[in-house]
């Protein structure tokens, strides 16, 4: 019975959901523009920093070009 319950939920939500996907976006020149810049202008760098009880940490920084 939770099965059941479950999969009716879950195509409820899927059929209430699918008209948002299903718009086409507008033809207007600001569409295209970001304010953050493109996945490949950016990356990682993970350092080792220890602390002075000894432990080590690693620190992530995203680094945009």
Same mark, same amino acid.
């Given at each position: 019975?939770?099965? @059941?319950? %479950?999969?009716?939920?879950a195509?409820?939500m %899927? @059929?209430?959901?699918? +008209?948002a %996907?299903?718009?086409? +976006?507008?033809?207007?020149?600001?569409?295209?523009?970001r304010?953050?810049?493109?996945?490949?202008?950016? #990356?990682?760098?993970?350092e080792? @920093?220890?602390?002075? *009880?000894? #432990?080590?940490? %690693?620190?992530?920084?995203? @680094?945009? *070009?």
């Amino acid at each position: 019975m939770k099965k @059941v319950l %479950f999969a009716t939920a879950a195509a409820t939500m %899927f @059929v209430a959901v699918s +008209p948002a %996907f299903a718009a086409a +976006p507008a033809d207007d020149a600001e569409w295209d523009r970001r304010a953050y810049p493109s996945a490949s202008e950016c #990356h990682f760098l993970k350092e080792r @920093v220890i602390l002075p *009880n000894g #432990h080590l940490v %690693f620190q992530t920084q995203q @680094v945009c *070009n």
